[in-house]
């Protein structure tokens, strides 16, 4: 069971980091993000070895890093755009099987 918190209201420029915890400890975990009418879109993962791999250049402003002992992922967003507007999902896969978790959304508005 993965639980999200960390979204809220931010104006462009700003700042937000969202947190997930795991009720066990997964091999990777990393977050999504949907828009209404569009498809989920990976952002970032972690491996529990700490090998972050992200999507596109939003590495250029976003940063994931994880708690293996507390079984927690946390995405640190900077420089926010509106068009990062979305819901963000944590999700997590177990190593075998290769099971996929997903967290309840928390809303990311970014306001111009």
């Known amino acids: 069971q993965l639980q999200a918190s960390g979204g809220g209201l931010v104006q462009a420029g700003g700042s937000l980091r969202l947190s997930c915890t795991a009720s066990?400890?997964?091999?990777?975990m990393g977050w999504s993000r949907q828009t209404p009418g569009k498809q989920r879109d990976l952002v970032a993962t972690?491996?529990?070895?700490?090998?972050?791999n992200y999507v596109d250049s939003l590495s250029d402003r976003f940063t994931i890093s994880r708690d293996n002992r507390k079984n927690t992922v946390s995405l640190q967003m900077n420089s926010l755009k509106p068009e990062d507007t979305a819901v963000y999902y944590c999700l997590a896969r177990a190593r075998s099987p290769p099971t996929y978790y997903w967290g309840q959304g928390t809303q990311v508005t970014v306001s111009s």
């Open positions: 066990a400890s997964l091999y990777i």
């Open positions: 972690i491996t529990s070895g700490g090998i972050a």
